[in-house]
């Protein structure tokens, strides 16, 4: 079945404790970023990638980190998360940068103490 | 930059038809996305328009104008699991020369028996 993983469905951490939060995709996409969605802001784009080791920064790129060293595998990553970063992220991929149809993983709600 | 704007919360009778408006400003512009996300689970593509006009798919049609930078999302024969929120998204160049996809804020749809 062509799908988007994320991991772990529900996190509760603590500030500055680091964390990573998975992401894979099995329909040979070239194109994955990450969004997080809080209440009044609708989805916000975190990061993007449009092929391997090929990464850019979205709207809301700070206190995070993402690498693309495999195609399927987009991770996410907190450093030092903070009470802010508490939020519901999700992973989503398309074909490539120009196709219109994003595919999205289940989310992944964070919550940081 | 790129903003949107579609309204938060609309209410509609079961079995009737409802209107949700999107309005967009771009520097540039590829094409306006709609998605569909129930409570708890992950945004999923209804439809893409690049070209003015209708764009009809079951129950659900789309309609863009480039000219007045408006698009709507046309639901008919309303369903209760109808309900949920109802993003327009918009393709546009960013500032890296990349295509980007910007989400609005979500309209919250609550069908009534």
């Known amino acids: 079945e062509a799908q988007v993983t994320q991991n772990p469905r529900y996190l509760i951490t603590v500030t500055g404790k680091k964390l990573t939060v998975t992401c894979s995709q099995n329909?040979?996409?070239?194109?994955m970023s990450w969004y997080r969605q809080d209440p009044g802001l609708g989805l916000r784009q975190i990061y993007y990638?449009?092929?391997?080791?090929?990464?850019d920064k979205g709207d809301v790129p700070e206190g995070y980190k993402v690498s693309r060293k495999e195609k399927r595998n987009f991770p996410l990553i907190l450093e030092s998360p903070s009470p802010n970063q508490t939020s519901l992220y999700f992973c989503?991929?398309?074909?490539?940068?120009?196709?219109?149809?994003?595919?999205f993983g289940s989310g992944t709600q964070l919550s940081v103490l | 930059g790129q903003s949107l704007e579609q309204p938060s919360e609309v209410t509609a009778v079961e079995g009737a038809i409802v209107q949700i408006n999107c309005t967009y400003q771009?520097?540039?512009?590829?094409?306006l996305s709609w998605y569909q996300q129930h409570d708890g689970g992950a945004p999923t593509f209804l439809s893409y328009?690049?070209?003015?006009g209708l764009e009809e798919t079951g129950r659900f049609s789309s309609f863009l104008s480039r000219s007045d930078s408006y698009g709507y999302l046309l639901l008919q024969e309303l369903q209760m699991k109808d309900s949920a929120s109802y993003f327009c998204?918009?393709?546009?160049?960013?500032?890296?020369?990349?295509?980007?996809?910007?989400f609005g804020i979500g309209t919250k749809l609550q069908v009534i028996p």
């Open positions: 989503a991929s398309s074909l490539d940068l120009t196709n219109e149809k994003l595919f």
């Open positions: 329909m040979n996409h070239e194109y």
């Open positions: 990638s449009m092929n391997v080791e090929v990464t």
């Open positions: 771009t520097s540039g512009f590829y094409g």
């Open positions: 328009n690049a070209l003015d």
């Open positions: 998204a918009v393709r546009a160049p960013n500032s890296g020369g990349y295509q980007k996809v910007t």
